[in-house]
Structure formats: structure tokens, C-alpha cells
């Protein structure tokens, strides 16, 4: 994997609110493929993604991320709520030059979608709302796609097409993929991380 592209660099990388610090000094290089982020309950995953995505800024370090779109969608978002499922992924398709549609085809049929795309969001239950945003990550083409705890709430059936899923990623030469997780999942044991990230328990 050393060949492939660098598309993430971390160097001294903090982020803190007023009252506390959750993150101090990472370093790292994230290249195409999968990566993981490993770590306990307040260990800071999902605000290193959020420093990832753009949506927070770091308050020590730097952080170099790729040009153009990043996914990070946290399909907790009670903005969703009153939004039509088909009518999201089609807002994703729009929002991201490189979507394909293959992908979504396959993800839909996989994880038991059709009788739910006509649905508001608050319709769905969580393991739903999590698939219809994994659909989206594979398909938009996105040079940095994060996930958060993506297995959470998936049945049986949907673990074992999201590992495929991400099986793939791990492959990948040009995008890169960050999956935040407490442990790897049991399903990518044997799945080789281009880096990982290990914030402690």
C-alpha cells in the first residue's frame, strides 16, 4: 500500500471545547484505502471525524485534508427527519461529481431497502436510517468518505453486505476511507487498514 496516494496528513493535531480537551497531538497519514479509528467511549472519534470532514476546526496542529467533496453524513441528524429517502440520495447524487449508480442498485437490494425509500427519515428505525447513508458513502465517488460505527444497528444480512462493501474500499487507489469504530468489527478481522488510529480506551 505504500504506493498509494496520501490523501490525509495529521501533524500535532488537538482539538478542545472551553471546558475540556479531547484530543491532543495525533500525527498520521491516512492513504486510499480503508482506515480505522479505534477508541473507547469520550475517546474523540466522532470529533476527529467531524476535524476530517471540515465540520470542526482544529484548535492545535494541522490538518491537510484532499480537495473536493468529503461524506460524512450522521443520519442521527434530526434535520433528516421530515426528508423522503429517495429524495436524500438523489440530493447526494447531486451534490457529488464523481456518484455512481451501480453501487446504489446493489446497496438498496442488499440491505433490504425498496419498501423504505419512500419514506420520511423519522419513518425509519436506526439500523434503516444508517443503511440508506451507507448506500450514499459508496456510491458518491467522494475522495474522503467517513463512517461512523456503520455496523451499529444492522442486522445480520447487512453486516455481512457492508463488509463486502468495505473489503472493496480496502482496495481502493484513490479514495480514501476512515471507518470510527470501539473495536474492528469482527467481520473485517482479516482486512488489511492502510493506517489506524488508536485514541485509547
Known amino acids: 500500500m505504500s504506493d498509494r496516494p496520501v490523501l490525509v496528513r495529521a501533524q500535532g493535531l488537538g482539538f478542545a471545547y472551553p471546558d475540556h480537551e479531547v484530543l491532543r497531538g495525533l500525527a498520521f ?5 480503508l482506515s480505522f479509528v ?3 467511549d ?12 471540515g465540520a470542526l ?10 480537495a473536493g467533496a468529503v461524506f460524512h453524513a450522521p443520519m442521527s441528524d434530526a434535520a433528516l427527519d421530515g426528508v423522503v429517502a429517495r429524495a436524500w ?24 431497502l425498496p419498501p423504505h425509500l419512500d419514506k420520511t427519515f423519522h419513518m425509519l428505525s436506526t439500523g434503516s436510517r ?21 455496523f451499529s ?41 492502510a493506517c489506524v488510529v488508536d485514541l485509547g480506551d
Open 130 to 150: 444508517r443503511k440508506v447513508g451507507l448506500v450514499a458513502a459508496m456510491a458518491c465517488g467522494a475522495p474522503l468518505t467517513l463512517l461512523d460505527t456503520p
Open 42 to 53: 469520550g475517546r474523540g472519534k466522532t470529533t476527529l471525524l467531524s476535524l476530517l470532514a
Open 38 to 40: 479505534r477508541g473507547g
Open 29 to 33: 497519514a491516512l492513504p486510499a484505502g
Open 153 to 193: 444497528g444492522l442486522d445480520a444480512p447487512s453486516r455481512r453486505a457492508l463488509a463486502r462493501m468495505l473489503e472493496r474500499a480496502a482496495d481502493d487507489g484513490t479514495r480514501a476511507w476512515v471507518l470510527a469504530d470501539y473495536e474492528v468489527p469482527d467481520e473485517l478481522v482479516a482486512v488489511p487498514f
Open 89 to 112: 440520495l438523489q440530493q447526494c447524487r447531486d451534490r457529488y461529481p464523481d456518484w455512481q449508480d451501480a453501487p446504489v442498485a446493489e446497496l438498496v437490494d442488499a440491505f433490504s
Open 57 to 66: 476546526q482544529p484548535t492545535a496542529g494541522t490538518l491537510q485534508r484532499p
